[in-house]
C-alpha cells in the first residue's frame, strides 16, 4: 500500500488562473493588435521615473537585494505617516495576504470574506488548512453586517476588499467601524485596497487611522495597479508592530528583488505619473458608464479602474467571441457570475474599441 505523498487540504484548492497575456491571444490566434483589458492593468504603464531607474539599475542587479526594503520603507513611512516598524514590504500584496494566514491561521480556524471577492484569501486559508466562510454580497457589496454576525470562537481573520475585487463597490466609514466596534478581540480585519488610490468617494474609511489607534487591522496596498508595476510584483502591508513583527517571522528573506524595489521607490515620487492615471481613469469611468446605459447593460457602482458589468449573455461565449477580435474580458464565472464580465477602463482607444466590438459580439449571440 502506497502512503499519500500530499497533504489532504491543498486538494480543496481551486488553483489561480490568470488572465490570458496579449502575446499568448496573438500567438494562439493568429492576429495582432490585440488590447487586454482583463487584469486591471494601468493602460499609461509605469511612471517615466520608474523606467529610469529601471535601466539604471542593469548592471547591479548580480547582487541581492536588501532584505529589508529599507528605502523604500522609510520613503513609505514618511508619506502616509506611521513608524518604518508598522510596514511590510512584499512580493506583490498577494505575498503578504500568504504571510497572514501563515502568520495568524491555526488548522481549523476560520476567515470571513465577501462573496464574490477575491480569491486570494480562500487560496491562503486553505493553504494553512483553514476554513472560509463566505457571506453573498448585497448589491454587489460588501454585507458587513452579516459577516460581523458570521463571526465564532474561531474566527480569526476577516477580509474586506475595498474596492472589491471583481465588483468595484466599496464599504463606507460609517459601516466599517460598526464592523470593528463588534469584533472580539483577537480578529483581525484585512483591508485590501489594492485600489485604493482611484477612490473618489468622500466616505471611504481611512484605515490608517486604525492602525494608529493600535486597532487588529493590516491595511493592504500595491504598486501593482495604478503605479503600473504588475509584472515587477511589489506590495506593502500597514499595521501596528506587534502583527508585523509576526509576518516577519514567516517571510522569506529577499522576498522583494532589487528593480521592484527600486522602481517601486521612484513611482512613489512621481505625483504628475499618479495625478495623469487618475483623471484618465475618470474620463475613461464616465465614457463607460455611459456606453453600459446606451446598451442597457447593468454594471455595479465602480470606485476602482474597472467594471463588473451584467451583459445578460453566457460569459464565456462572449469571452470568446471578443478574443477573436483580439478584445481580452474577464469572464464573470470564476466569480459565480457566469452572465458578467469585468472589464478595465484603457485609454480612450481602448474603450471605445471594447465597447464597439461587445455592441456587435452582443448582438450575435443573444
Known amino acids: 500500500m502506497s502512503k499519500q505523498i500530499y497533504r489532504q487540504t491543498i486538494m480543496s484548492i481551486k488553483p489561480y488562473v490568470p488572465g490570458k497575456p496579449v502575446e499568448e491571444v496573438e500567438r494562439e490566434l493568429g492576429i495582432s493588435n490585440v488590447i487586454k483589458l482583463a487584469s486591471n492593468e494601468n493602460p499609461l504603464g509605469p511612471s517615466p521615473a520608474a523606467m529610469q531607474v529601471l535601466r539604471e539599475l542593469v548592471p547591479r542587479v548580480s547582487a541581492y537585494p536588501d532584505g529589508n526594503c529599507y528605502y523604500l520603507k522609510n520613503a513609505l513611512a514618511a508619506q502616509l505617516g506611521v513608524a518604518t516598524e508598522a510596514l511590510i514590504v512584499g512580493n506583490g500584496s498577494d505575498e503578504i495576504i500568504k504571510l497572514i494566514a501563515e502568520a495568524f491561521l491555526e488548522p481549523g480556524e476560520e ?4 462573496d464574490p471577492t477575491f480569491s486570494e484569501y480562500d ?36 477580509f474586506v ?34 485600489y485604493y488610490e482611484y477612490v473618489v468617494d468622500r466616505e471611504y474609511p481611512q484605515t490608517l ?4 489607534q493600535d486597532r487588529d487591522v493590516i491595511v493592504l496596498r500595491t504598486f501593482s495597479k495604478i503605479y503600473g508595476l504588475a509584472g515587477l510584483r511589489v506590495g506593502y502591508g500597514v499595521a501596528r508592530p506587534e502583527l508585523i513583527g509576526y509576518l516577519s517571522r514567516v517571510k522569506e528573506p529577499f522576498n522583494v528583488n532589487m528593480p521592484a524595489q527600486a522602481a517601486a521607490l521612484a513611482a512613489l515620487g512621481d505625483n504628475e505619473h499618479l495625478a495623469r492615471s487618475r483623471t ?46 483580439g478584445v481580452i474580458v474577464r469572464t464573470g464565472d470564476i466569480f459565480g457570475a457566469p452572465d458578467t464580465i469585468r472589464v478595465t477602463i484603457g485609454t480612450p482607444e481602448q474603450n471605445g474599441r471594447l465597447t464597439g466590438t461587445l455592441e456587435e459580439v452582443l448582438a450575435a449571440v443573444r
Open 111 to 114: 476567515a470571513i470574506v465577501a
Open 123 to 158: 487560496f491562503a486559508v486553505k493553504v494553512m488548512g483553514g476554513k472560509t466562510v463566505a457571506i453573498p454580497a448585497v448589491n454587489m457589496t460588501h454585507d458587513l453586517p452579516s459577516m460581523a454576525a458570521a463571526v465564532t470562537e474561531k474566527t480569526k481573520l476577516v
Open 161 to 194: 476588499c475595498n474596492p472589491n475585487n471583481p465588483t468595484g463597490t466599496i464599504v463606507r466609514r460609517a459601516e466599517v467601524e460598526k464592523l470593528l466596534d463588534s469584533l472580539p478581540k483577537g480578529v483581525i480585519v484585512v483591508f485590501d485596497e489594492a
Open 209 to 212: 487611522d486604525y492602525v494608529r
Open 280 to 325: 484618465l481613469n475618470e474620463e475613461g469611468k464616465a465614457f463607460l458608464a455611459a456606453e453600459f446605459t446606451r446598451l442597457s447593460l447593468n454594471f455595479a457602482p465602480t470606485e476602482a479602474n474597472f467594471f463588473w458589468v451584467n451583459i445578460a449573455a453566457d460569459c464565456r461565449k462572449v469571452f470568446a467571441q471578443l478574443l477573436r477580435q
